[in-house]
Protein backbone atom coordinates (compact mmCIF):
# COMPACT_ATOMS: atom_id res chain seq x y z
CA UNK A 1 0.00 0.00 0.00
CA UNK A 2 2.66 2.49 0.99
CA UNK A 3 4.34 1.35 -2.17
CA UNK A 4 1.11 2.14 -4.52
CA UNK A 5 1.34 5.43 -2.36
CA UNK A 6 4.97 6.54 -3.37
CA UNK A 7 4.13 5.43 -6.59
CA UNK A 8 1.19 7.58 -7.29
CA UNK A 9 2.61 10.54 -5.10
CA UNK A 10 5.79 10.69 -7.95
CA UNK A 11 3.53 10.05 -10.80
CA UNK A 12 1.70 13.43 -9.97
CA UNK A 13 4.93 14.96 -9.06
CA UNK A 14 6.38 13.79 -12.54
CA UNK A 15 8.54 11.16 -13.44
CA UNK A 16 11.64 13.71 -13.06
CA UNK A 17 10.94 14.28 -9.91
CA UNK A 18 14.65 13.02 -8.88
CA UNK A 19 15.96 15.09 -11.59
CA UNK A 20 14.46 18.03 -10.81
CA UNK A 21 15.69 17.85 -6.60
CA UNK A 22 19.27 17.03 -7.80
CA UNK A 23 19.23 20.25 -9.97
CA UNK A 24 17.95 22.16 -7.42
CA UNK A 25 20.84 20.65 -4.56
CA UNK A 26 23.38 21.53 -7.56
CA UNK A 27 22.09 24.97 -7.79
CA UNK A 28 22.12 25.42 -4.39
CA UNK A 29 25.54 24.53 -3.75
CA UNK A 30 26.82 26.85 -7.01
CA UNK A 31 27.83 24.01 -8.93
CA UNK A 32 27.88 24.30 -12.79
CA UNK A 33 25.21 22.82 -14.18
CA UNK A 34 25.94 22.54 -18.07
CA UNK A 35 29.63 21.07 -17.05
CA UNK A 36 30.11 17.70 -17.22
CA UNK A 37 32.58 16.04 -14.71
CA UNK A 38 35.45 15.02 -15.82
CA UNK A 39 35.90 11.04 -16.97
CA UNK A 40 39.07 9.12 -15.17
CA UNK A 41 41.20 7.78 -17.74
CA UNK A 42 40.08 3.68 -19.40
CA UNK A 43 43.30 2.47 -17.04
CA UNK A 44 42.41 3.87 -14.18
CA UNK A 45 38.68 2.87 -14.27
CA UNK A 46 39.40 -0.74 -15.77
CA UNK A 47 42.19 -1.06 -12.70
CA UNK A 48 39.83 0.14 -9.88
CA UNK A 49 37.08 -2.42 -11.70
CA UNK A 50 39.95 -5.19 -11.41
CA UNK A 51 40.90 -4.37 -7.71
CA UNK A 52 37.33 -4.62 -6.77
CA UNK A 53 36.78 -7.55 -8.35
CA UNK A 54 40.12 -8.96 -6.83
CA UNK A 55 38.69 -7.90 -2.93
CA UNK A 56 35.22 -9.88 -3.74
CA UNK A 57 37.23 -12.72 -4.71
CA UNK A 58 39.23 -12.76 -1.72
CA UNK A 59 36.59 -11.86 0.42
CA UNK A 60 34.58 -14.88 -0.84
CA UNK A 61 37.92 -17.17 -0.32
CA UNK A 62 38.15 -15.68 2.90
CA UNK A 63 34.48 -16.77 3.52
CA UNK A 64 34.62 -20.29 2.38
CA UNK A 65 37.92 -20.79 5.11
CA UNK A 66 36.10 -19.73 7.80
CA UNK A 67 32.89 -21.92 6.98
CA UNK A 68 35.61 -25.32 6.21
CA UNK A 69 36.91 -24.39 9.87
CA UNK A 70 33.75 -24.14 11.53
CA UNK A 71 32.12 -27.16 10.35
CA UNK A 72 35.18 -29.65 10.55
Known amino acids: ?3 RL ?3 LIARLGG ?3 ARLG ?3 MAHHGRDLSARPEEAPL ?3 L ?3 ALIWAV ?3 ALGLVSL ?3 WWLK
Do not use: H, K, N, P
Open 47 to 49: GWM
Open 23 to 25: RDL
Open 1 to 3: MIA
Open 66 to 68: LLR
Open 43 to 45: VRR
Open 6 to 8: GRD
Open 16 to 18: DLM
Open 56 to 58: SIA
